[in-house]
């Protein structure tokens, strides 16, 4: 499992679409925002939590297309398949690696983007641990997707109509983590809710991906 989570980190790295273009996605969504809405501190601070959850979940669907894509084209999905480690272990793995290529320097990158837009000090804290909890959610549920539509011509738009109802309820868990704690009100509910999401989807989206991809891989 180590070596299998090398492995796709260095592809992450190697072949793009990784931390980079994730981070630099939620960058641009943070920077143009304020043109959009205009230079309102007060609007700003109350739309920041939901937009800068927002950016993190379009970021991390924006790589979900070759997080299967390229063990694909190369042939070497079969062989993972067909490997000793059981299929529902191997995309835990490919989960995690993409949760650690997207989801963790977003969570990092969270905290300065939020200056951008005038998120209140108190909800630093929250929104960080709201995307910490709830990203790795995104990447679960992403697999899944990448799973069902693996092989498939032109299969990211599809993946992408599939995946985002799914990511709706760690959307609105997530962001009302953040804006509780912006606020000052106590964020505990929404956040053990954002938890459970997560564990559950950890927990069951696996054998779904695999069993998805067994059916594809015939």
Not at 6 to 11: A, E, K, Q, T, V
Not at 48 to 71: H, K, Q, T
Not at 87 to 96: F, S, Y
Not at 151 to 171: E, N, Q
């Amino acid at each position: 499992m180590i070596a299998l989570l090398s492995r796709d980190l260095r592809l992450a790295f190697r072949a793009g679409g990784g931390f980079g273009l994730g981070l630099a996605f939620f960058l641009i969504i943070t920077v143009l925002v304020p043109f959009g809405v205009g230079p309102q501190s007060a609007l700003l601070a109350t739309i920041a939590p939901g937009v800068l959850w927002l950016g993190a979940l379009l970021a991390c669907l924006l790589s979900l297309d070759r997080l299967l894509a390229l063990d694909w084209e190369d042939g070497s999905l079969d062989l993972l398949a067909t490997a000793p480690l059981p299929l529902e272990a191997m995309l835990a793995v490919k989960a995690l690696a993409h949760w650690l290529t997207t989801g963790l320097p977003l969570v990092l990158a969270a905290p300065l983007l939020g200056v951008l837009l005038n998120l209140p000090a108190p909800g630093y804290a929250w929104l960080v641990a709201s995307l910490a909890i709830g990203t790795p959610a995104l990447s679960v549920i992403g697999t899944f997707g990448a799973a069902l539509t693996v092989g498939l011509k032109r299969g990211g738009l599809l993946m992408s109509l599939l995946v985002l109802p799914l990511y709706v309820p760690t959307l609105i868990f997530g962001a009302e983590v953040a804006r509780r704690g912006a606020a000052g009100l106590d964020p505990l509910s929404p956040l053990l809710l954002l938890a459970g999401i997560s564990t559950a989807s950890f927990a069951l989206l696996p054998f779904a991906a695999a069993a998805a991809l067994r059916i594809n891989l015939r």
